[in-house]
Nanobody, 124 residues
Framework: QVQLVESGGGLVQPGGSLRLSCAAS????????MGWFRQAPGKEREFVAA????????SYSDSVKGRFTISRDNAKNTGYLQMNSLKPEDTAVYYC?????????????????WGQGTQVTVSS
């Protein structure tokens, strides 16, 4: 089992930045690929970014590419999502997820463990 806890969400103005954290506990985080997903009201959960267990391989949805950066620190059992140039359409609950495997990509079903989510609201 891997337990995940997100933090760092909040209210930010358009154009602003936030950094989300995902603290992991339980089984070895360093052997699990990680991803970030988000869900806006009335919409399905969607892929945001993914990172391999080594941290060397990353992927992003087209909607956040160039604005968001996913990273991880295996020594701290923590993953991150740096979000810059935020837009109102980025407003959603953001979830981190983890699963065994080198890199799991955008498929939700591949992730076994999920956090409880953290709200990000982009508004003036």
């Amino acid at each position: 089992q891997v337990q995940l806890v997100e933090s760092g969400g909040g209210l930010v103005q358009p154009g602003g930045s936030l950094r989300l954290s995902c603290a992991a506990s339980g089984r070895s985080f360093s052997t699990h690929a990680m991803g970030w997903f988000r869900q806006a009201p009335g919409k399905e959960r969607e892929f945001v970014a993914a990172i391999s267990w080594s941290g060397y391989s990353t992927s992003y949805s087209d909607s956040v590419k160039g604005r968001f950066t996913i990273s991880r620190d295996n020594a701290k059992n923590t993953g991150y999502l740096q979000m810059n140039s935020l837009k109102p359409e980025d407003t959603a609950v953001y979830y981190c997820a983890a699963g065994l495997g080198y890199s799991l990509g955008p498929e939700i079903f591949k992730y076994d463990y999920w956090g409880q989510g953290t709200q990000v609201t982009v508004s003036s």
